[in-house]
């Protein structure tokens, strides 16, 4: 894993990449005005990732709201992430970093160069496009959810 590019309190690198819609997403230019909580993870349809989002999506309401958005990372192509979608029911946006392949996760310093995929890292961004909060996490190992919700509430 790469040396996180990105540091608490400074502007969070603004990226647009391909939605599961099919459409573009640009998650701090998008929901300006909320905070945006990045969530990159490794693969779609693999265990702990499915469970996390799941987690996520059984408890849209405390991540996705007036004051915030949730938005997912993978470097899946993007017509997997919309079977992936689609299949779990997702109701925020899985946003493609497959091409050029992992250039945002980079950016945010958790692609995983030996794997190929984005490492397991959260990082919420406030309003103003600066990042307030990250955590990196090992690919085996489910991120807390009760962290991201402490850490959306703090904000």
């Known amino acids: 894993?790469?040396?996180?590019?990105?540091?608490?309190?400074?502007?969070?690198?603004?990226?647009?990449?391909?939605?599961?819609?099919?459409?573009?997403?640009?998650?701090?230019?998008?929901?300006?005005?909320?905070?945006?909580l990045l969530l990159f993870y490794p693969f779609a349809f693999s265990g702990i990732c499915t469970a996390e989002l799941c987690g996520i999506r059984d408890d849209l309401g405390s991540f996705a709201n007036d004051e915030a958005q949730v938005v997912a990372v993978s470097c899946d192509p993007w017509f997997t992430l919309r079977a992936f979608a689609a299949d779990r029911g997702y109701d925020?946006?899985?946003?493609?970093?497959?091409?050029?392949h992992g250039e945002v996760s980079r950016q945010y310093g958790v692609f995983d160069e030996d794997e190929g995929c984005a490492g397991r890292g959260s990082f919420l961004v406030d309003a103003a496009g600066v990042l307030r909060w990250a955590q990196v996490v090992p690919d085996d190992t489910a991120r807390d959810l009760a962290e991201l919700r402490s850490a959306l509430a703090a904000i």
């Open 1 to 36: 894993m790469t040396t996180p590019a990105v540091q608490v309190d400074r502007p969070a690198p603004a990226f647009s990449l391909m939605g599961h819609t099919g459409t573009a997403v640009a998650p701090l230019a998008d929901y300006a005005g909320r905070s945006v």
């Open 92 to 100: 925020f946006p899985l946003v493609s970093d497959f091409w050029p």
